[in-house]
């Protein structure tokens, strides 16, 4: 069961103007599961789009890129996002490519838009044919399906190894207006930083300059879903899309430091890491959610490396699931993060409020009792102070316990 993640409901998934959701089922996954979902959106929508870093790249990713490119060199803008689980698509050559370009043409012509105003995205099994097949039989019942209020749906269209569905609602005030941010997700193994085996779909009535769509959706996925990580594993999918469809009505955003951007910004942020945080809490096997909080680095780039060291051992993750205060696994990882000058004597570590080591060595207060009452709780903080400068980093992540290996072991039988 997902980590202290409370069951998400249709109410909490407020409709975008100018953006509307159909679901079906394809047959692509399982029989009698959602796994098709088609957003079309209002001539005039602004998309931005950040993708795994992963060089072996599925076919979706690479057409994504593609039409995005060419919709920011002056083509026809994005009408619609074509999103399939049970096959990623990935591992699949030129016949993988085709397919993808074969399932935008055929959504693109019954919308009545070019193939690359459709954007592709897949996720599921590695190195298996896309049933291209299906998904063109599926499209017209998607389409008949096409509502401003089937976000909830779709949340449980986009799932693979999920338990449960993600996503997230904000309103701010902007202009004079109410400017909605509606998002969901998906996502709960081969997760790691630089994206992971996820999906994300953000949208907002905002209406901003489409010059600023990128740097605040990468802002955005540096605050969140750059900050997760499950297992260490880089999917071949990763995709996290931001929509402005431009309805709200009030004076355009033109610079993202000015009151109005710094406001559309906030909430954008906030949906990104709800959704970031779900994805952690609903781990595959997950018992636990971690932040682990560097601090007092010289820059935060050395800090996240000693992060995301500790957050991606399976020894200090199978001790969370334990509940074992074996925490000198925690120091051997900062240890090997790659920081060439790092001085051991002068490295303080917490557990939530609990004083382990102190200038390097274990605190003369500290009591494996104490560790062990913080180590039994199901949300902890892990905080490293390096005592090098003033930065610091966020990452959040899960225990790894005997369900992990049990999902992936059986994830294609």
């Not at 109410?11 to 103007?17: K, M, T």
């Not at 490519?97 to 599921?124: D, E, H, I, K, Y």
């Not at 949340?155 to 693979?160: K, L, N, P, R, S």
């Not at 699931?321 to 074996?326: E, I, L």
Request: aromatic content about 4%; some cysteine; hydrophobic content about 45%.
């Amino acid at each position: 069961m997902p980590v202290n993640l409370s069951a998400l409901q249709p109410q909490d998934l407020l409709p975008v103007p100018g953006l509307r959701i159909g679901v079906t089922m394809a047959g692509i996954r399982k029989a009698n599961r959602r796994d098709l979902v088609v957003f079309a959106l209002d001539e005039g929508a602004a998309v931005a789009g950040v993708f795994t870093s992963n060089r072996f790249c599925a076919a979706p990713v690479q057409l994504c890129r593609e039409h995005l490119g060419a919709a920011a060199a002056g083509g026809a803008g994005i009408r619609a996002l074509l999103v399939n689980t049970g096959n990623a698509n990935a591992g699949t050559g030129a016949d993988g490519l085709a397919r993808a370009r074969r399932s935008c043409a055929a959504l693109g012509a019954l919308l009545g838009v070019a193939p690359q105003q459709v954007l592709p995205f897949s996720t599921g099994v590695i190195m298996e044919t896309l049933p291209v097949e299906r998904i063109e039989a599926g499209l017209p019942a998607a389409l008949a399906a096409l509502g401003g209020a089937n976000w909830f749906e779709a949340a449980h269209g986009i799932m693979t190894t999920d338990t449960v569905p993600k996503g997230a609602s904000r309103q701010v005030a902007i202009g004079g207006r109410t400017v909605t941010v509606t998002g969901i997700s998906k996502g709960a193994g081969m997760i790691r930083p630089d994206m992971a085996t996820m999906l994300g779909f953000v949208a907002t009535d905002a209406v901003i300059a489409p010059s600023l769509l990128q740097p605040l959706l990468q802002r955005a996925a540096d605050a969140s879903f750059n900050r997760i990580t499950i297992d260490g594993d880089m999917s071949t999918n990763d995709s996290f899309v931001l929509v402005a469809t431009q309805r709200a009505g009030h004076d355009p955003i033109t610079a993202l430091d000015s009151a109005e951007g710094r406001a559309l910004a906030q909430a954008v942020e906030a949906v990104a890491v709800q959704l970031a945080q779900a994805i952690v809490r609903d781990g595959e096997g997950a018992t636990k959610f971690i932040t682990v909080h560097v601090q007092g680095g010289r820059d935060e780039a050395e800090c996240r490396r000693a992060a995301y060291a500790v957050a991606h051992s399976p020894l200090v993750k199978t001790a969370f699931f334990a509940s074992d205060p074996n925490l000198g696994r925690i120091l051997a990882a900062v240890g090997y993060a790659g920081i060439g000058d790092l001085d051991q004597g002068l490295i303080d570590l917490f557990l939530d409020d609990v004083h382990v080591v102190r200038a390097g060595g274990r605190h003369p207060d500290y009591r494996e009792e104490d560790g062990q009452r913080v180590m039994k709780g199901s949300e902890i903080t892990v905080r490293v102070h390096l005592h090098r400068g003033d930065a610091e980093a966020l990452v959040w992540t899960c225990d790894l316990s005997h369900d992990y290996v049990s999902i992936n072991a059986d994830y294609r039988s």
